[in-house]
C-alpha cells in the first residue's frame, strides 16, 4: 500500500517556473517505479515523466521534455517535478503516481495502467 500527496502547484506566468512535490508514504515505494501524470480540462489524463525505483533513469513525454525534470529521494520518501519554462498549454491536474511494479530493465512505465496508486492532484495554471 501506497498513500500520496501531491503539493506545489499554483498559479504562474508563462516562462516561469514550479516545483511540485509529492509525499509518499508505504514500504514498497522505494522498490517500484514513480510517475507524474495531468489532466487538462476536457481532455484525458496524459503521461509527463517517470522516474525508475533507483532514480538512475527518467523518461519524459515530448512535451515537457528538456524543460521539466523528474527526481526522488528514497530516504525522505518523496518525488519532484521541477518545471521550467512553463506554457499555457501546461495547465493542468498533476498527478503523482505509483507504479504496480519496477519496469523491466531498459523499459519505463509511461502508461496509465502501469500504475496503481495516485495522488490526489494538484492543481497548475499557466498564464500566458
Known amino acids: 500500500q501506497v498513500q500520496l500527496v501531491e503539493s506545489g502547484g499554483g498559479l504562474v506566468q508563462a516562462g516561469g517556473s514550479l516545483r511540485l512535490h509529492c509525499a509518499a508514504s508505504g514500504r514498497t515505494f522505494s522498490s517500484v517505479d514513480m510517475g507524474w501524470f495531468r489532466q487538462a480540462p476536457g481532455k484525458e489524463r496524459e503521461f509527463v515523466a517517470t522516474?525508475?525505483?533507483?532514480?538512475?533513469?527518467?523518461f519524459y513525454s515530448d512535451a515537457v521534455k528538456g524543460r521539466f525534470t523528474i527526481s526522488r529521494d528514497n530516504i525522505k520518501g518523496t518525488v519532484s517535478l521541477q518545471m521550467n519554462s512553463l506554457k499555457p498549454e501546461d495547465t493542468a491536474v498533476y498527478y503523482c503516481?505509483?507504479?504496480?511494479?519496477?519496469?523491466?530493465?531498459?523499459?519505463?512505465?509511461?502508461?496509465?495502467?502501469?500504475?496503481?496508486?495516485w495522488g490526489q492532484g494538484t492543481q497548475v495554471i499557466v498564464s500566458s
Open positions: 503516481a505509483a507504479a504496480r511494479r519496477t519496469a523491466a530493465p531498459g523499459g519505463f512505465s509511461y502508461r496509465n495502467h502501469d500504475y496503481n496508486y
Open positions: 522516474i525508475i525505483w533507483s532514480g538512475r533513469s527518467t
